[in-house]
């Protein structure tokens, strides 16, 4: 029976898969327990799905998936939970840069305390470049926000979970996923665990600033109203603002002849904005729950390697 499943998504990796699995495999093995290592090829552009199946060729506890299109980290993370069997679950980046020697470690501080669902490892120095970091700090103090979780509490990719833990968060119906998010949705007994954090062996991170504001721009939609109330609150200061200038206006009734345009262009200009502003951000509320209600996929399977049946 297998007892432990890493779920690795696999973007560009193929530089540094062969030696992520050789160092998995050697860590694993030493755990007393069947595992299964899980890469999900989310629509590679160079060859990783290649060497996947190398690995696979060579080591029949690697199990491969490939989406059929890109869907990004999060829904390739949710793929591999969706077809993991592991009484443990981890899950990681495919760089390098989150050492599989911590998985002992993070599995260590899982089993000794009954009460935490998922133990999260938090980098004793990030190997990040600033405006990284800079992304994620912004992204952690809304979350923070939102969810209402303690500052000192950390999110990152390189986890383990509980099969509990991934069976609640696995229910969840979100059109545009964010695993931290979610996490926190239907848990909030989760600690951290300093690790060590490598530097990238070879390339650059996926994750550039647009898509880290991307991802806070998912979690505020999809986990809060935080702009619709934004919105409201805009709303009222523009309707007493309207009153003073009603008052104003009736007070200067006299005095006022022709002047006054520039200033009804300008307030004309920023009220149409505002409302369209408003109609877009309450159309992406309705797409979002249009897309929940028709059940559409995150994510579509082409191929699979190594799972006792085909998963489709």
């Given at each position: 029976m297998i007892e432990y499943s890493v779920v690795i998504p696999v973007y560009a990796g193929s530089a540094t898969l062969v030696e992520l699995c050789a160092r998995l495999d050697q860590t694993l093995s030493h755990l007393g327990h069947d595992y299964e290592i899980i890469l999900i090829d989310d629509f590679s552009p160079d060859y990783s799905w290649d060497v996947m199946q190398y690995i696979h060729e060579h080591n029949s506890r690697v199990k491969l998936i490939r989406l059929q299109k890109n869907v990004g980290q999060h829904a390739a993370v949710l793929c591999g939970l969706t077809h993991s069997v592991g009484n443990y679950i981890v899950t990681m980046d495919d760089d390098l840069q989150h050492p599989p020697e911590e998985i002992p470690n993070l599995l260590r501080a899982l089993r000794c305390n009954d009460q935490i669902d998922a133990v999260i490892g938090i980098p004793l120095e990030k190997q990040h470049h600033?405006?990284?970091r800079?992304?994620?700090?912004?992204?952690?103090?809304?979350?923070?926000h939102i969810f209402k979780k303690d500052r000192q509490l950390r999110m990152s990719s390189f986890r383990i979970l509980r099969r509990t833990l991934v069976l609640s968060l696995l229910s969840l119906q979100v059109p545009n996923p964010t695993i931290g998010s979610m996490l926190l949705l239907v848990s909030t007994r989760i600690q951290n665990l300093p690790i060590e954090h490598q530097p990238r062996s070879s390339g650059r991170s996926g994750y550039n600033l647009l898509k880290l504001l991307r991802l806070m721009y998912n979690n505020i939609l999809n986990y809060s109203a935080l702009p619709l109330q934004i919105v409201s609150?805009?709303?009222?200061?523009?309707?007493?603002l309207s009153l003073i200038l009603l008052l104003y206006f009736l007070w200067q009734a006299p005095s006022v002849m022709v002047s006054g345009w520039s200033t009804l262009v300008v307030l004309i200009t920023f009220f149409s904005g505002f409302i369209l502003f408003s109609l877009g951000l309450i159309g992406e509320y309705l797409v979002r729950i249009i897309k929940v209600i028709n059940h559409y996929p995150i994510y579509l399977i082409a191929k699979t390697k190594g799972f006792s049946k085909e998963v489709f």
């Amino acid at each position: 029976m297998i007892e432990y499943s890493v779920v690795i998504p696999v973007y560009a990796g193929s530089a540094t898969l062969v030696e992520l699995c050789a160092r998995l495999d050697q860590t694993l093995s030493h755990l007393g327990h069947d595992y299964e290592i899980i890469l999900i090829d989310d629509f590679s552009p160079d060859y990783s799905w290649d060497v996947m199946q190398y690995i696979h060729e060579h080591n029949s506890r690697v199990k491969l998936i490939r989406l059929q299109k890109n869907v990004g980290q999060h829904a390739a993370v949710l793929c591999g939970l969706t077809h993991s069997v592991g009484n443990y679950i981890v899950t990681m980046d495919d760089d390098l840069q989150h050492p599989p020697e911590e998985i002992p470690n993070l599995l260590r501080a899982l089993r000794c305390n009954d009460q935490i669902d998922a133990v999260i490892g938090i980098p004793l120095e990030k190997q990040h470049h600033l405006l990284r970091r800079c992304g994620s700090e912004l992204l952690n103090f809304f979350i923070t926000h939102i969810f209402k979780k303690d500052r000192q509490l950390r999110m990152s990719s390189f986890r383990i979970l509980r099969r509990t833990l991934v069976l609640s968060l696995l229910s969840l119906q979100v059109p545009n996923p964010t695993i931290g998010s979610m996490l926190l949705l239907v848990s909030t007994r989760i600690q951290n665990l300093p690790i060590e954090h490598q530097p990238r062996s070879s390339g650059r991170s996926g994750y550039n600033l647009l898509k880290l504001l991307r991802l806070m721009y998912n979690n505020i939609l999809n986990y809060s109203a935080l702009p619709l109330q934004i919105v409201s609150y805009v709303g009222v200061l523009c309707v007493a603002l309207s009153l003073i200038l009603l008052l104003y206006f009736l007070w200067q009734a006299p005095s006022v002849m022709v002047s006054g345009w520039s200033t009804l262009v300008v307030l004309i200009t920023f009220f149409s904005g505002f409302i369209l502003f408003s109609l877009g951000l309450i159309g992406e509320y309705l797409v979002r729950i249009i897309k929940v209600i028709n059940h559409y996929p995150i994510y579509l399977i082409a191929k699979t390697k190594g799972f006792s049946k085909e998963v489709f």
